[in-house]
């Protein structure tokens, strides 16, 4: 790893009057740093450095601002570098003004950023705290995720996961649910968008987090909303059920033709299969969803799925569908009370859990394995 002395040294290159060429293998330098823990953790110690890359990304030289960004991308991958980011006066503002701009050709990797910075609830504060303070609304981002080619030099498929991000806040469940905003309902068509996987699972993880606020299940599954059918079409396959059970389901599953595809990405079907889990945590919820006859879909669903978490959430659900009802006073089950005894076992799954992630974050953090998850992103 670098000396300090040969850190300073480095750190005299990078700078908006420096000759392009030195500078440039500067940034590719600082770049390959980046694409490993050691160096993450070096770059950690330095945060001249990354203020540096940081008014870098307004040099006139685009493969310089496109390192600058790569690197950013690949730092904000790491979670202990969150707090140094943040805490950078100029980082966040200066991501958030470049994505409204619509002719700005980095705004991709902007928003890969955005979404790794707002994955846990410290930062993703932090991430809403610096939009509302640069004026920017979060009707600004919907509209903007919403326009076909805003910005032509950019998708901007990751706002979709940033927004699921943000829906970890209640003032964006709140913002998202609002009744005479139609948000839902502008977002709902995205749970089938084919050109990307990214936009249409950010858009799907919105929704489940959003049905976490149970207040809302009966309006969400009612006429006004009526978000059970993009929840079960891409759930649902060719096969024939009979007239009764097509007649009782919602009248955009009913008779589906042969060639009727399920959702590829098995991560997304656990998505959707998790949104109807909690919409069956409430009362009103498990009656419509068995009036609409989901356990039918879901059955049949059950048959075709290979993967083991997939099917054991599709399993989880059939069971509240099929069950018997709770007893009194359980009719709401994000409302029950757990246990002392269970709340300690819950507990122990839930270290358990959290060093397997530790584990998976060790294979992100591999350059030799797979850089690239929904909500976190390392470019090398």
């Known amino acids: 790893m670098l000396s300090d ?3 300073e040294e480095l750190m005299s290159f990078l700078n908006l009057d420096t000759r392009p060429d030195i500078k440039g293998q500067a940034t590719e330098y600082i770049l390959g740093l980046s694409g490993n823990r050691d160096g993450c953790r070096f770059l950690q110690t330095k945060p001249d450095l990354i203020k540096a890359l940081v008014t870098l990304t307004t040099d ?6 496109k390192d600058c960004y790569h690197t950013l991308i690949n730092l904000s991958a790491d ?8 805490k950078n006066p100029d980082f966040l503002p200066m991501l958030f003004k470049n994505i409204l701009d619509p002719g700005y050709m980095f705004a991709d990797r902007i928003c890969t950023i955005l979404t790794n910075l707002s ?8 991430v809403f705290k610096a939009m509302q303070e640069q004026g920017i609304s979060l009707a600004q981002i919907v509209e903007i995720f919403c326009t076909e080619d805003y910005n032509k030099q950019a998708s901007l498929h990751y706002l979709g996961p940033l927004l699921s991000n943000l829906t970890q806040l209640p003032e964006t469940r709140q913002f998202i649910l609002d009744k005479d905003r139609c948000v839902v309902q502008r977002l709902l068509p995205y749970t089938q968008y084919e050109a990307s996987t990214i936009r249409r699972g950010g858009v ?4 489940r987090n959003c049905c976490f606020d149970h207040v809302h299940h009966e309006w969400l599954l009612g006429e006004a909303v009526d ?9 649902a396959g060719p096969e024939e059920l009979s007239e009764e059970e097509n007649e009782g389901l919602p009248v955009d599953l009913q008779y589906l033709p042969e060639d009727k595809k399920r959702e590829e990405d098995p991560d997304i079907r656990k998505m959707l299969i998790e949104t109807l889990i909690l919409l069956t945590a409430t009362k009103v919820g498990r009656q419509i969803l068995k009036t609409k006859n989901v356990y039918a879909i879901m059955r049949e669903f059950h048959n075709w799925e290979k993967e083991p978490h997939v099917v054991a959430a599709c399993e989880k659900l059939i069971q ?6 709770p007893e009194p006073g359980m009719e709401n089950l994000l409302e029950v009370e757990i246990p002392n005894d269970v709340e300690v076992k819950l507990k122990d799954m839930e270290a358990k859990e959290l060093e397997q992630l530790e584990k998976d974050k060790e294979d992100l953090l591999n350059p030799d394995k797979a850089q690239h998850c929904a909500g ?3 470019m090398m």
């Open 5 to 7: 002395v040969t850190a």
């Open 60 to 65: 006139p030289s685009i493969a310089i601002v």
């Open 79 to 86: 979670e202990t570098m969150h707090r140094l980011l943040v």
């Open 119 to 126: 994955r846990h609830m410290k930062t993703c504060k932090e």
């Open 204 to 207: 799907i993880g919105t929704l």
């Open 227 to 235: 978000i059970l059918p993009f929840l079960l079409l891409p759930l």
């Open 320 to 325: 509240a569908l099929i069950g018997d009802e």
């Open 376 to 378: 976190i992103v390392r």
